[in-house]
């Protein structure tokens, strides 16, 4: 690339060069300079990184070890605890408010006497 870089098109080499920190400021610029006037080269960028992501390096192993020590730590479980629970109690309401207008109906129905529920039935029927 490098030195007729507005001529030629940029190639997987120089992607690898830009991939290995191995440009100078100046290649660098103009790799960068190219890449952002010349579509082309943009998505063949894109494309080599895309396709170099699958090399990306290994976390560390200790990591997943350090991610199940602190989901046990106390303030970790009684967040999730907390989230937990609070989900219960939403559902207990819920379930109250459904339970109590339920039997305010049928409550209601019983208590009517046969007068007022022939007067309810009129008004339905004829109005
Ligand atoms: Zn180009």
Not at 46 to 62: Q, T
């Amino acid at each position: 690339m490098t030195t007729e870089l507005k001529n030629i098109h940029l190639s997987d080499h120089d992607f690898g060069a830009w991939e290995q920190g191995s440009l100078s400021d100046a290649q660098m610029e103009a790799f960068l300079t190219h890449t952002a006037n010349c579509p082309h080269c943009a998505d063949a960028w894109f494309a080599y990184m895309n396709h170099h992501e699958e090399h990306l390096p290994e976390p560390p192993a200790y990591l997943k070890e350090e991610i199940k020590e602190r989901v046990h730590q106390p303030d970790v479980v009684i967040a999730q605890k907390a989230h937990t629970t609070s989900k219960r109690v939403q559902l207990l309401i819920y379930s109250l408010k459904v339970g109590v207008a339920l039997a305010a109906s049928i409550f209601m129905l019983f208590a009517m006497d046969s007068q007022m529920l022939d007067q309810i039935t009129n008004f339905i029927i004829f109005r």
